[in-house]
């Protein structure tokens, strides 16, 4: 790779995007040292390879770079797919390292003698005029960004209470769970029949976008009969809100 | 005093055109204010002061290859920015499932219930494993990043091809202008979805094999090689497209033939995509004949059922019920849109005529603009109308190449204000083409997600599918349609709502007839979810918060008949019940 320092410098950025994105206990961290190693890398050395001596210009580099990194991506999961191991992470890093690797081996064969820049690199030097427009543009996408990410107040929009109840397995235990969805704090009194002719009474009040969890015991003669847990607002205390039912194993008598 | 530049004011109007979109979406989602207005406000100022630059004849080439990226990167944020943080359109949905079930199962090929062939073709979910397993990204975030870099790759490689074909990077400019009026361009082509990776695909393959013809012998085995890479990609990604290739290098085939162009046919092109779909199609995706068979027949059958009089469909109307009518303004728009690009269409086809007479490319063309009116008939007919969008959305690659060169020889050389008047009127062919490609009350954001008491709450459907993935046992899902794709990501959740078997009928359906439980069971649905809410079998309109309680509900007893039977009903969130079915008594 002597002397192709693009080509050095494609093989070193895949080698340290592969371990930080394989290694790296961020996922932003390692998302950020893969999208390199997916979107651009392999595309940028298999132009070179492909091209070789006579390399495309600019505009036509960059669709190349990602058309064919797009590409790497879905003939490489095809690949990976009949490979020991299948579509993992490891297997990911390892196809994409190889290829960059091997690509670029590729390319310094078929661009000897190393090519030697003739024109003199450009500096990128906006006016401050410019600069700061550039700024202001970037910031509002990052802002527009942010606001769609934030959830707003929607007070128009209905809300509502859910309530769940999976007896386990055995039938002897019941979790009972309530959510709430609704636009204000509620209070509630959540009744569950516990034994065939009683049950326990529980009351709360749960903020918007809070679950409240409760576990109870069921008595063994309810075995082979209906378990049912009754929710109730406190605006509203005459009349059930919501109801689950369950019906629990017969193996439980 | 310096002047400032042009990249400097259009990227600039860009960012603050997509904060407005933004914010238009944000308010939108606040249930309480119509934003539709700085909306398009928003939308407006992302795309004029580029089309603007873009009619100029001062712009360099390089200049140009900037302000059509920043379009095409600007107008997917405003796809992007409309539901950050979860997929919401329809087929976003099966697509993610896909995708997760490629990083569970460390295979393709996984069954997809909702839409079985998207297994079929996993080019797509399998490249978004990548990001996913790689970046420790969910679906959602490794999905837009990857569409992204294929919206970024369909704009240069367009903007190559029309400068490649016409010379003039002024006309190719001003073709990838043209080309976001497509009516798929805003959001239909920027979803998660096989054709957002496909198409751009084909048109990188396309400006390949233009450069593979002007660049002389020393690089034609290089852009070959390429062209293969790519179609091989391709293939697996998405039939239509695949598809559509051939037909593309098909017809290019018989003009090189009947023009006798001095060059190489490109028949080995159109022999090897054809080759390499037919080798899918009978290895991997034989289902596709079955998948793809019946719609190109009822559109065939249902074009001449038109044309002979029967049923028509109205414009602007969805196949939903639920679907609220297009307001008349917005038509109008639409359809002043259309004028205009069959009034530039007009004008390029002279030109063609008059300019390119014997050059391929330019008549394959000119031959697609004629044929996208001919589709824009389609729509027309209830059961073409799907077949006739999606064949536009190829066409429309000639027609932007058409337009643009009628644009140019028309106002070539007209000065400020006839330039401004160009603008406008790409400017309304691309907001005209938004929305007829996109439902009228859908362009805007609603509420699934909301904050309230500085917590977030969740949409009925939404906090179901969370309470699926959360605490649900194992089993197979039967739910109406919206509910259904909900819950098929992130909870990789077997969920379907469709005919196949009749699920939809069975959830919504006022008695329970004797068929209806032996089939549950025999298609070993676990549980059932039963939604009051009419719009629920609407995978578009039926996963959000209904707004001060206007919302058109079943009869109770599409509930009461599961208690009935009677099933565990092991969720209740008023309007919608998850029932167990197995292990009733």
Redesign the interface.
């Known amino acids: 790779m002597r002397g192709h320092r693009d080509l050095g410098f494609a093989c070193t950025a895949a080698i340290v995007c592969t371990l930080v ?2 290694l790296s206990p961020l ?1 932003s961290i ?6 390199p ?3 651009v890398l392999p595309g940028y050395v ?2 070179a390879a ?3 001596r ?1 390399g ?1 210009d600019a ?2 580099q ?3 770079t ?6 790497v ?6 690949l990976l ?1 009949y490979m020991p ?5 490891l297997s ?2 390892i196809l ?1 390292l190889v290829v960059v690797l091997a690509s670029a081996r590729l390319a310094a064969i078929r661009r000897r003698p190393p090519r030697k820049s003739s024109r003199p690199r450009r500096r990128l030097s ?6 700061a ?2 700024a ?6 990052v ?3 942010v ?20 007896p386990s397995q055995d039938g002897e235990r019941a ?1 009972v ?1 309530i ?7 509620t209070s509630y009194r959540l009744y569950v029949r516990t034994e065939p002719d009683s049950g326990v009474v529980k009351r709360f009040t749960l ?4 679950e409240q969890r409760f576990k109870f015991a069921l008595d063994p003669d309810l075995a ?1 009969r ?1 378990v049912t847990a009754s929710l109730y607002r406190d605006e509203k205390p005459q009349r059930v809100y ?6 629990l ?1 017969d193996e439980a008598r | 005093m310096t002047a400032v530049s042009w990249p400097a004011r259009t990227f600039c109007a860009a960012g603050v055109g997509l904060l407005l979109v933004s914010l238009a979406n944000a308010l939108a989602r606040g249930t309480e204010t119509t934003t539709t207005a700085i909306y398009w406000l928003g939308l407006l100022l992302i795309v004029l002061p580029i089309f603007y630059r873009l009619t100029s004849r001062e712009a360099s080439a390089a200049e140009r290859l900037f302000q059509v990226c920043l379009l095409g990167l600007a107008l997917y944020g405003v796809k992007a920015v409309r539901d950050s943080l979860l997929f919401t359109f329809p087929d976003e949905l099966v697509h993610a499932y896909s995708a997760g079930q490629i990083v569970d199962a460390h295979h393709l090929f996984e069954s997809n219930p909702n839409i079985p062939i998207i297994s079929r073709y996993p080019g797509l979910e399998g490249a978004t494993s990548s990001l996913m397993l790689l970046g420790d990204a969910s679906s959602y975030v490794a999905g837009t990043i990857l569409v992204a870099a294929a919206k970024l790759t369909l704009v240069i490689a367009l903007f190559l091809l029309f400068g490649r074909i016409s010379g003039s990077a002024r006309l190719a400019g001003l073709a990838v202008a043209v080309y976001t009026a497509t009516p798929n361009f805003l959001f239909f082509n920027a979803q998660f979805s096989y054709e957002s990776l496909s198409l751009p695909l084909l048109v990188v393959v396309l400006a390949a094999f233009v450069e593979r013809e002007a660049g002389g012998t020393t690089r034609t085995g290089s852009w070959t090689v390429a062209i293969g890479i790519l179609i091989a990609a391709i293939v697996p990604t998405h039939h239509l497209t695949s598809y559509a290739l051939v037909i593309l290098f098909g017809a290019l085939a018989i003009l090189y033939r009947v023009l006798g162009v001095p060059r190489a046919n490109p028949w080995p092109f159109a022999a090897f995509t054809l080759a390499l779909a037919l080798v899918w199609l009978f290895a991997a995706a034989h289902s596709t004949v079955d998948y793809l068979g019946p719609v190109l027949t009822d559109a065939v059958k249902g074009s001449f059922e038109t044309a002979s009089g029967g049923g028509a469909r109205k414009l602007f109307e969805s196949p939903a019920s639920t679907a609220p009518v297009t307001p008349v303004l917005a038509r109008l728009i639409s359809l002043l849109g259309v004028m205009v690009l069959a009034a530039g269409a007009g004008f390029g086809l002279l030109a063609v005529w008059r300019h390119f007479p014997r050059r391929p490319f330019a008549l394959l063309f000119a031959l697609a603009a004629v044929g996208f009116f001919f589709t824009l008939l389609l729509r027309f007919a209830p059961a073409a109308w799907e077949t006739g969008n999606r064949a536009g959305e190829f066409l429309f690659i000639g027609l932007a190449f058409v337009v643009a060169l009628g644009a140019l020889q028309l106002f070539g050389s007209a000065g400020r204000l006839i330039r401004t008047g160009l603008a406008a009127a790409l400017a309304l062919a691309m907001v005209g083409g938004a929305i007829s490609g996109w439902p009228w009350d859908q362009q805007l954001a609603q509420p699934i997600r909301a904050e309230a008491h500085g917590d977030e709450i969740v949409s009925e459907p939404l906090a179901a599918s969370h309470w699926v993935s959360e605490y649900l046992p194992e089993g197979k899902i039967a739910a109406p349609e919206a509910d259904a794709r909900l819950i098929l990501t992130p909870t990789q959740r077997e969920a379907y709502g469709g005919t196949n078997p009749d699920v939809h009928d069975i959830l919504a359906s006022v008695e329970l007839e004797d068929w209806q439980l032996p089939q549950l069971e025999d298609e070993n649905y676990r549980y059932l979810i039963a939604d009051r809410r009419q719009i629920a079998p609407d995978s578009v309109r039926g996963i959000y918060f209904t707004v001060d309680g206007n919302v058109e509900l079943y009869g109770r007893q599409v509930v009461r008949k599961w208690t009935r039977v009677p099933v565990a009903r092991l969720y209740n969130s008023g309007r919608i019940s998850l029932f167990e079915v197995e292990g009733r008594p």
Do not use: K, Y
């Not at chain 1, 390692?30 to 999208?35: C, G, M, P, S």
């Not at chain 1, 990602?66 to 590409?71: E, W």
């Not at chain 1, 202001?136 to 996408?141: F, H, Q, S």
């Open positions: 994105a394989l996922p390692a998302l950020i040292a893969a999208i190693l997916a979107l298999l132009t492909i091209f070789g006579s495309p505009p036509r960059a669709l190349l990602l058309a064919l990194s797009l590409a991506l879905v003939l490489g999961s095809l797919n191991g299948g579509i993992r992470a990911w890093g994409l906006p006016a401050p005029l410019d600069a427009l550039f202001v543009g970037g910031l509002a996408a802002g527009a960004i606001v769609a990410q934030i959830p707003v107040t929607a007070s128009n929009a209905d809300g509502f209470t859910a309530l769940w109840m999976l979790r769970g959510s709430s969805n609704e636009q204000e704090p903020e918007p976008g809070e082979g209906r919501r109801r689950v039912t369950s019906w194993p």
